[in-house]
């Protein structure tokens, strides 16, 4: 049984700063995982052009103001200097849409040097993801094996909609059956074209069954983890004392978009919640969020539309 771990985000971080970036054009990046959910920030019509040695002074900027500099992009490995990135984002894990693993296996190693012990892959549950935009079925099931056969721990993103939510047992299966580990379950994030999407009322089945795959597959005995990602982003959060849950955004948190623009989360990157901007990797603030805006024990952003 190998070793589980947990994400390297801390929302306990005291100066957490998430840095929006989507990797080179002429790379193609689109399916609709919560991963790629910056393509639909409104910060993306506005989007400034990066070259990767602007980002990387960005993110040495930011470590040196003590931020701890969270990189959100797309596939990370399609930027050239995707090493070099990573190294200065700290990352413990990586995800990918194990395209870039079917066609360079050499980047199995390339991350185990780097020290990283656990991958994340978009799950394409074939039938129960059917209309959706995901990786092929058949390259992430072979991304997978691949990583399995490296060594690594591997985890799934199984994205939940109105359509899909009742059957997690059914999805997760296939990828038990190919040895992964760990299994995050997410919503599909509102963006412009996509429907059926989950209500915070769908929360609750969502716990149920969770808990329910928690106890039929315990983690000391089979090594299999079972997460609801973000509590699903909703205001039901059963774990709340537990976890000591408070919205982070505006206070601990801040966003850089795609625009160069300061935001209080990166989901809360319309015009209306701008705050400053950043300049030559130096934080800018014009203004305080205005904290009677949120619900500190709800997402803010849950309800947003883009
Ligand atoms: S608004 Fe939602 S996603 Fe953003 S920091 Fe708060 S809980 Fe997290």
Redesign the pocket.
């Known amino acids: 049984m190998r070793e589980v771990e947990t994400n390297n985000r801390s929302f306990q971080d005291r100066k957490l700063i998430e840095y929006l970036a989507v990797s080179p054009k002429d790379k193609k990046c689109s399916c609709g995982c919560s991963h790629c959910f910056l393509l639909h920030s409104p910060t993306m019509k506005m989007a400034v052009e990066r070259s990767e040695e602007r980002i990387i002074n960005d993110l040495h900027a930011l470590t040196e103001q003590g931020y701890k500099a969270f990189f959100c992009t797309t596939e990370l490995f399609y930027y050239d200097k995707w090493k070099e990135i990573f190294a200065i984002a700290g990352y413990k894990s990586v995800r990918t849409n194990g395209y870039p693993f079917v066609s360079n296996p050499q980047l199995i190693d390339d991350v185990k040097k780097m020290g990283v012990k656990k991958v994340t892959f978009t799950a394409n549950a074939g039938k129960y993801h059917e209309g959706l935009n995901l990786p092929k079925e058949e390259i992430v099931k072979k991304a997978i094996e691949m990583s399995n056969g490296g060594g690594l721990v591997t985890s799934v993103n199984i994205l939940l909609n109105k359509k899909n939510f009742k059957n997690l047992e059914e999805m997760a299966e296939v990828y038990m059956n190919l040895g992964v580990d760990y299994f995050i379950f997410s919503r599909i994030l509102p963006a412009e074209g996509i429907s059926n999407l989950l209500e915070t009322e769908d929360t609750e089945e969502i716990y149920k069954q969770v808990a329910d795959l928690k106890r039929r597959f315990p983690l000391d005995k089979t090594g299999k983890y079972f997460e609801v990602s973000?509590e699903m982003?909703s205001k039901y959060r059963p774990n709340r004392e537990k976890t000591g849950f408070y919205?982070?955004?505006g206070t601990r948190?801040l966003a850089i978009g795609l625009d160069d623009k300061i935001y209080p989360?990166?989901?809360?990157t319309q015009e209306q919640y701008r705050l400053g901007r950043l300049e030559d990797g130096k934080i800018i603030l014009d203004k305080e969020f205005d904290m009677k805006l949120?619900d500190p024990f709800g997402?803010?952003?849950?309800d947003i539309n883009p």
Do not use: T
Request: aromatic share 14%; proline share 7%.
């Open positions: 973000g982003g919205c982070p955004a948190l989360c990166s989901f809360m949120k997402c803010f952003a849950h």
